[in-house]
């Protein structure tokens, strides 16, 4: 077939590479006439043959060397036409060499496939050296590469530097890295979209500097949404009564932020009221912690049942530390609830402490202060903190 190609396109008087645009571009210019139909199809077959031997070629590539199944593969080819395996291998073989994993760089092509045509020197190094430099550790340079491949296709020049600078200029160079790896996004969408103008937001409504630069080290996602939601929140948190000038400002912000935050909110309120609680104790236990509202319906439930009917306390001293919803449930309410029952029960402890001043102290302070100090007294209560005892056979 090459062979007749080759003879039928001397005939036509023109080389297919070299004269081709050429010659379409004047077809237009041309009267049926002067082209005849027997030349036009067969320029259409031989054209229609080229690109779908192109496409298959691009499709066994990303079978063969990117790891992408058949259907995947097919889907990827719509939105890349490889113009050599030569450069996708260099682009391959740069990935690996950065520590990206098989199943990584599949997924990056499956998702991005443009990316095999890039230039890795030119276009991926700069970006990895310049994220490595912030302190990212290669791993996790890969993790976040793998789901937002994009930023690698940003210009370091024009948004990613930029974008860099600003933060900078809120936060810590040693907390971006931070930003980074929890909310890549910001590099990939900039800095002047959202991020600048619902910090002019927060400066309008009050909130000091030292607060604004604890929501974007920590909570740069909040700072993504489109303005008109962003004041929405900022306005119900001041409804609520919340003070801007305090840190628990920036954690109701946080915690109203989510897309669903709203069902989340009716959700839990309703499986608060199941154990006792009304609105406004809801609204009282979210000034206190507000993210007792964004726990799962789940979550919420477990440490309810444990505290009201195996410890056997009042729905009221979670009311009082809501705090309590946000530690482990099996490393940490259980053992030291445990713990505490125990001395209780053994009038060596008042019923009613405050749960949070039981839960909040490190690991070493609570034994210290609940187990060695009552060792004496109570033998076992290392194994009941331990699990290896029942609360009832001490």
Not at 262 to 273: D, G, L
Not at 285 to 309: D, H, L
Request: some cysteine; aromatic content about 8%; glycine content about 6%.
């Amino acid at each position: 077939m090459a062979a007749l190609f080759n003879l039928k396109a001397g005939r036509l008087g023109y080389s297919l590479f070299s004269k081709t645009k050429r010659f379409v571009g004047r077809v237009g210019d041309l009267k049926p006439s002067h082209f005849p139909l027997q030349n036009l199809l067969l320029c259409r077959h031989f054209t229609s043959k080229l690109s779908e031997t192109h496409h298959d070629s691009t499709v066994n590539y990303l079978i063969n060397s990117c790891g992408l199944s058949p259907e995947g593969a097919i889907l990827a080819s719509k939105w890349v036409k490889l113009r050599s395996s030569k450069r996708a291998d260099s682009v391959l073989s740069f990935l690996r060499n950065h520590g990206f994993s098989k199943t990584q760089i599949s997924k990056m092509v499956r998702t991005h496939p443009h990316f095999l045509n890039s230039n890795p020197e030119k276009t991926l190094l700069p970006k990895l050296e310049f994220f490595t430099s912030l302190g990212v550790s290669e791993e996790d340079l890969a993790t976040t590469v793998e789901h937002e491949p994009m930023l690698l296709a940003r210009s370091l020049e024009k948004q990613i530097l930029p974008t860099y600078n600003f933060l900078r200029r809120m936060i810590s160079g040693g907390k971006i890295a931070s930003v980074f790896r929890n909310c890549s996004r910001v590099f990939l969408e900039g800095h002047s979209k959202n991020v600048e103008p619902n910090i002019g937001i927060l400066r309008e409504s009050g909130m000091p500097q030292s607060c604004i630069s604890l929501l974007v080290a920590h909570f740069t996602q909040a700072l993504m949404q489109n303005r008109k939601k962003f004041a929405q929140v900022v306005g119900e948190v001041k409804q609520m009564g919340f003070d801007m000038e305090k840190s628990m400002s920036v954690m109701a912000i946080k915690a109203l932020s989510s897309a669903n935050s709203k069902s989340i909110w009716t959700r839990n309120c309703e499986v608060y009221k199941r154990w006792g609680w009304s609105d406004d104790d809801v609204l009282s236990a979210f000034k206190r912690y507000p993210c007792c509202m964004t726990k799962s319906e789940k979550k919420i439930m477990q440490v309810m049942e444990f505290v009201v009917n195996k410890m056997e306390l009042s729905s009221q001293m979670i009311l009082k530390a809501p705090v309590t919803m946000g530690y482990s449930l099996e490393k940490r309410i259980i053992p030291r609830l445990s713990v505490v029952k125990v001395l209780t029960l053994k009038g060596l402890m008042d019923e009613n402490r405050n749960l949070g001043s039981v839960l909040c102290f490190t690991e070493k302070q609570f034994l210290e202060r609940f187990v060695t100090r009552y060792r004496a007294e109570v033998p076992q209560l290392s194994s009941v903190y331990q699990g290896k005892a029942a609360i009832q056979d001490v």
